[in-house]
C-alpha cells in the first residue's frame, strides 16, 4: 500500500480520493489517500504552509505504522517533504520534485503552468535552465477556476503561448491540472508531450511499488 | 519505437540486443537497438568517449529520420547526451540521469556501485549529498569480470559494505550490473531497493512512449 497525503483539509471523499483514483487505475496499486485537518483552504502562502508541515508529518509517520511502503505529498510544492523524510525510513515522493525529475530525464525544454505567483522553489530547482517559460493562466488563482469553460479556455491559451515561446512539452506545476485531466486535452488538441504532477508522482511510486514486495 | 544506442561496437546480435530485450520485457514497447562502429572497448577514458561522441550523435540522428520517440543512450556516463539534444527534437534519455532522477524523487540515501574510478559525473551532479558512498567491487574493472562467481560475490560484499555505511538503497552505475540481473539478487539477498540504469532509462522512455502516440 502507498500512503498519498493531500495538503488540505477534504471533507468530500470523492475530492480526498480523487489523486489516489488515477493512481489507481494507472499503474494498479493500492493507495490509501488521507488530508491533513482544520485546513479547508490547504496551503497558500508561508503561514498555511508552516502550520501544515507537523501535521503533514503526523500522517505520514503514521502511515509508515501502518504499513505504507512509501508516501507521497501530493502537491506540486512538496511541502514538509524533508521534515517527513528525516521522520520515516520509507521514500517520500512529492508531486512537484516528481515531475521535475522526470522532465529533466527527458531533457526537452519546458513550459511550466501553474495557479500560483511563480514556478515552485523545488520545481525551479531542478528544472533549472530547461524551463523556457511559466504561466498562470488569465483569472486562474485557485484549482476550481479550472472547471469553468472559461478557465479551460485560458489554460490551453496559456499552453500555447508557452510553445510559441520555445517549449517542447509542458509540465504542470499544480495537481488541480492533473484533476481535471488537463494533460489529455493539451495531448489531444496541441500534440505535446505534458508531464503531469499527479501521473509523475505515481510512475515514481508505481516503480518502487514493484519491487517493495520483494524486499 | 524507440531507438536504444549501445557505446561500444557489438558484434554479437544477442550482446547488442540485451539491454533493449529488458526494457522490452519489463514494458511490452518496441526498441531498437544499435551500437557504434569501430570501438569494440567502447569508452573507458577521455579519448574514446571524445572520439564516440559524433558516432553517438549520428546514429541518434539517423533513429529520429527513421521513425524513433525517444532515444536511450544506455550508459551510466550519459556519454554525449548535450550533443544528441542539440540535433535532435524528440527526448534524448540517459541511463545515468534516468537512474539518478529516479533515486532523488525517491529520497533515500543511496550506495553507488560501478566499475568504474568513482561516481559517473553525470550521476554525481544530479544525487549530490544523497550519496552516502561508493564502491567498485573488488578486482572488477569491467563488465565481464562480473560474470564469474567470484565477480559476483565480490558485488554482493561491496553493496553489503555500502549498506553498512548508511544507504537505505543501491543505485547501479554501470549496465553491466542490470545485464547480469544483479538488481534481483540484491533485492531477494540483502531486502534492499535497487535503482538499476537500465530498468531505470527503460522506465522514463516507456513512460513517455505512452504518450506519444496521442502526440
Known sequence: MIGLIRVFTANDNEVLQSHGKIIEEQHGIPILSKSIPDQPLGIYDDESERIAVPKIVDLGVQMEREGCRAIII?????????????????????????????????????GVMGIT?????????????????????????????????????????AAKTLIGQGAKAIVFACTGLSTIGFAETLRKELKVPVIDTVESEGFMAANYYKQAGAI
Do not use: F, Q, W
Not at 78 to 106: F, K, N, Y
Not at 121 to 149: A, Q
Open 117 to 157: 505567483e511563480g514556478v515552485p522553489p523545488v520545481m525551479r530547482d531542478i528544472l533549472g535552465d530547461l524551463i523556457s517559460g511559466y504561466l498562470r493562466p488569465e483569472g486562474v488563482t485557485n484549482t476550481t477556476d479550472l472547471l469553468t469553460e472559461e478557465g479551460r479556455g485560458k489554460a490551453l491559451e
Open 74 to 110: 501530493s502537491c506540486a510544492a512538496d511541502p514538509a517533504i524533508r521534515e517527513l523524510r528525516s521522520r520515516v525510513s520509507i521514500p517520500v515522493i512529492g508531486g512537484g520534485s516528481s515531475a521535475a525529475h522526470v522532465a529533466r530525464a527527458l531533457g526537452l525544454p519546458v
